[in-house]
């Protein structure tokens, strides 16, 4: 297994940065639903993410699975990415993300400003709040956070969202934790077609296939947590994630062919003799 943990080659000067920060990987995972801590940190490495998000409030609060994690990896190779999973409201996030400034720092990473902000009311379908998502956005960038704010995939959002100095926008591919994959294709495509912002697409991803489809549709980056944490075969999954990300990315840099209405024949008919 240890094979999985080979680095899939990217091209330096296809970077993806953030709020001037730059990284090689364009896959981001979470630290989330995973067996043990040793399976997790085989993964996250397996995955090639570089971007590493952590429950800042399940941290604090030693929700059961969460004890030691901020601890179990090594934030010297890994950039912390704190988010506001369980908060409600605008105010709860910029509380919980003011504390996962702190555990930033406490980890060796003073100068993380890096917020992933989530406000979600709602247990069934953990949708965002949109409106309290932007109220807690332009708080935060105010106090100097790079916000990268979970959204629904709803463009004006995510217009307003960038207007207001949000440093990307994560539109869901469907609900965190469902596996539906991209559920929101159309809207996702207008969010990227008009975004001058990274567009991360953030949760729902159950496959690498659709996470090859997110890549090829032009989003920037993924954030795949679930379907690599609950695989029966965590770490196999984060290398077909990473190499799924990768070949999404190439395909769309590679520009893929019009779809047409009829068969077009793959040898050309110059040439041939006549019947
Ligand atoms: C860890 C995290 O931030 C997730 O809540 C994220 O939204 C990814 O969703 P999936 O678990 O569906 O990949």
């Known amino acids: 297994m240890q094979t999985l943990d080979k680095p ?17 990987s364009r896959l981001m995972t979470g630290t989330g639903k995973y067996r043990t801590f040793e ?8 995955s090639g993410s570089e971007i590493v998000t952590v429950a800042v409030r399940r941290v604090q609060t ?6 030691g994690l901020a601890e179990a990896l090594d934030w010297t190779k890994i950039w912390m ?13 910029v509380r919980v993300a003011r504390l996962g400034r702190e555990m930033a720092k406490l980890l060796g990473q003073e100068d993380n400003n890096f917020v992933k902000l989530e406000v ?6 953990l949708l965002p709040d949109p409106i309290g998502t932007l109220q807690a ?10 916000v990268l704010p979970y959204i629904n995939a709803d463009p004006m959002l995510a217009k307003r969202l960038e207007e207001v100095g949000c440093v990307t926008v994560m539109p869901l591919g ?28 953030d949760a729902g991803i159950g496959a690498p296939s659709e996470a090859a489809q997110a890549m090829e549709m032009g989003a920037d980056a993924l954030l795949v947590n679930t379907a690599i944490a609950l695989a029966t075969n965590p770490m196999a999954m984060a290398r077909a994630m990473n190499l799924a990300t990768e070949a999404g990315r190439l395909a769309y840099q590679a520009g893929r062919i019009p779809i047409k209405a009829y068969a077009s024949a793959s040898s050309p008919l110059t040439g041939t003799i006549g019947a």
């Open 137 to 146: 956005a332009e708080q935060l960038v105010k106090e100097g956070f790079a």
């Open 62 to 67: 030693h929700a059961p699975g969460h004890e």
């Open 8 to 24: 899939v080659e990217r091209p330096i000067e296809d970077s993806l940065v953030i709020a001037g920060k730059t990284f090689r």
């Open 39 to 46: 399976e997790m940190r085989h993964s996250i490495a397996a």
């Open 120 to 125: 979600i009311p709602d247990a069934k379908y």
């Open 81 to 93: 990415l704190p988010n506001t999973a369980g908060c409600q409201t605008a105010e709860e996030a």
């Open 174 to 201: 469907s609900p965190i934790g469902s596996g539906q994959g991209i559920k929101n294709a159309a809207n996702i495509q207008i969010i990227i077609e008009n975004a001058k912002v990274p567009v991360v697409v």
